[in-house]
T-cell receptor, first 111, second 115 residues
C-alpha cells in the first residue's frame, strides 16, 4: 500500500462548481499534513496546511479525519486559475522534516 | 519571500557523463532536499541534509551523491549519468525540523535529458 494515495483524476468541472479531493495515508502516527499545488511544468507550492480542527482559506477548506486516515480539500466557486495538480503531503514521522508526497490529483476547470 | 534557485532549467547530457545540479536557498534554512519527479510516480526523495556536511539517503539514492559544503548550497551529483536518470529534478528547503517550520519551498526544477 502506498504511503499517500490520491485519485489522479482528471477532475473536469465548470467554473463556479464545488469540487472535493480526498487523500488517504497509511501511517497512523503521521503528524503533519499539507496540500500543495503544482501548475503544469512548474514547481510545487504550499497551498495550505491541514490542522486537526480543519481550516479554511477563502474558497479552500481542508479537513483531517484521523480515525479514517484521510484528508480532504474542498474548493468552492472554482475559477479557471484553479486548474492545476493538487498534491497531498504527509509528514509520517512528526519529528523529522521528511515529507511524503502523493502523486497528485489533476483539476481542470472549464468555461 | 523564500527563494530557491537551481543552476539550470534544462540540461542535456550523454550517458556516462558526470552531472552536477546546484541548488541555492537564500533564507538560512537548515534543511535541504533533492527530489526527482516522474509521471505517475510523483516526487521521490533522493537525498536530504539537515546541516552543513550532513547528508542522509532518501528513498532512491542509488546512482546519486550529494554535497553540502555551505548552508545555502546543496549539490546533487550523478556520477555516471544513465538514460533512466532522465527526469525533472527539484530542490527544496525548509526552515527547521518538525512542525510548524517544516514547510518545504521548491526551486523551479531542472529538466535533465540523458541521451
Amino acid at each position: 500500500r502506498k504511503e499517500v494515495e490520491q485519485d489522479p483524476g482528471p477532475f473536469n468541472v465548470p467554473e463556479g462548481a464545488t469540487v472535493a479531493f480526498n487523500c488517504t495515508y497509511s501511517n497512523s502516527a503521521s503528524q503533519s499534513f499539507f496540500w500543495y499545488r503544482q501548475d503544469c511544468r512548474k514547481e510545487p507550492k504550499l497551498l495550505m496546511s491541514v490542522y486537526s480542527s480543519g481550516n479554511e482559506d477563502g474558497r479552500f477548506t481542508a479537513q483531517l479525519n484521523r480515525a479514517s486516515q484521510y484528508i480532504s480539500l474542498l474548493i468552492r466557486d472554482s475559477k479557471l486559475s484553479d486548474s492545476a495538480t493538487y498534491l497531498c503531503v504527509v509528514n509520517p514521522t512528526g519529528t523529522a522534516s521528511k515529507l511524503t508526497f502523493g502523486t497528485g490529483t489533476r483539476l481542470q476547470v472549464t468555461l | 519571500d523564500v527563494k530557491v534557485t537551481q543552476s539550470s532549467r534544462y540540461l542535456v547530457k550523454r550517458t556516462g557523463e558526470k552531472v552536477f545540479l546546484e541548488c541555492v536557498q537564500d533564507m538560512d534554512h537548515e534543511n535541504m532536499f533533492w527530489y526527482r519527479q516522474d509521471p505517475g510516480l510523483g516526487l521521490r526523495l533522493i537525498y536530504f541534509s539537515y546541516d552543513v556536511k550532513m547528508k542522509e539517503k532518501g528513498d532512491i539514492p542509488e546512482g546519486y551523491s550529494v554535497s553540502r559544503e555551505k548552508k545555502e548550497r546543496f549539490s546533487l551529483i550523478l556520477e555516471s549519468a544513465s538514460t533512466n536518470q532522465t527526469s525533472m529534478y527539484l530542490c527544496a528547503s525548509s526552515l527547521e525540523r518538525g512542525p510548524p517550520q517544516e514547510t518545504q519551498y521548491f526551486g523551479p526544477g531542472t529538466r535533465l535529458l540523458v541521451l
